[in-house]
């Protein structure tokens, strides 16, 4: 099997994680006044569009189908 089959099993395993996954993601807001530093953090988990999903698990069995083709 050649390393374009992988890449593509690769792309489709992450590809259909990050429909159920969530990112996580923290935003730093800060505010200094004469020396003096106040600041918040936040933290937010969002999952990725559901587009790039279809985009990543559709490249991943493109470069599978690649891949098998190249082998035979």
Not at 10 to 34: F, N, Q, Y
Not at 41 to 69: C, F, N, T, W, Y
């Given at each position: ?21 969530p ?18 953090e ?31």
């Amino acid at each position: 099997m050649k390393a374009l089959f992988w890449v593509g099993l690769v792309l489709l395993i992450l590809g259909l994680a990050s429909l159920v996954v969530p990112i996580p993601r923290t935003d730093r807001e800060s505010l200094t006044v004469a020396g003096v530093s106040l600041g918040v953090e936040a933290q937010h988990q969002e999952k990725l569009s559901p587009a790039l999903s279809a985009v990543m698990i559709l490249g991943g069995l493109g470069a599978m189908a690649a891949g098998r083709r190249k082998n035979s």
